[in-house]
């Protein structure tokens, strides 16, 4: 079996811990319900260990995803990402949510909303954000929008609705 590369045990981790804090649940719980003891678990987190294959498993069925889906970066996760990025911009070239503001033509307020994580980032924020600083704009977005258009379009409707629905859908994404 391949080696789990830094980035996978690093994103699978992220992802337990994720899990376990959304659902309230202790690493002894969670070691529980895979059938493992909970330092394993916490030497997984820590990257300190590899998860074995019949674990992983257990773990994708416990969460009720793909198995594959363990190594993907939530949208949590390339969120904060996103985020880390621009306040590291904002440091470096000592720009203010003011300035960040003319320059992005998001307002301040609602730059502080979103740089304080009270609030859903929109596509639209995030390409302002990432035009005004430089920054590669995460990629989810439009990979979900095309896996949600792709089911649209198997539905049992007429082409024109399903056109519809896409359309709406887009526009009021933003």
Request: net charge negative; no cysteine; hydrophobic share 40%.
């Amino acid at each position: 079996m391949k080696e789990q590369s830094f980035f996978e045990s690093k994103i699978l981790a992220k992802r337990i811990v994720e899990f376990k804090n959304k659902n309230n649940l202790t690493y002894q719980q969670l070691g529980e319900a895979l059938d493992v003891d909970k330092s394993y678990l916490n030497r997984v987190v820590k990257m300190n260990s590899h998860m074995s294959m019949p674990v992983l498993i257990n773990l994708a069925r416990y969460m009720k995803i793909p198995l594959y889906a363990l190594f993907m970066p939530s949208e949590k996760m390339m969120r904060e990402e996103f985020m880390e990025a621009v306040e590291s911009k904002m440091d470096k070239y000592q720009i203010s949510v003011d300035k960040l503001g003319e320059i992005s033509g998001i307002s301040p307020i609602r730059l502080v909303e979103i740089l304080e994580g009270e609030s859903v980032v929109t596509a639209k924020e995030y390409g302002l954000l990432a035009e005004a600083l430089h920054l590669e704009k995460p990629s989810y977005q439009d990979e979900n929008l095309e896996l949600l258009e792709s089911l649209i379009y198997n539905l049992p409707m007429s082409i024109g609705k399903k056109d519809s629905v896409i359309k709406y859908i887009k526009e009021n994404l933003e």
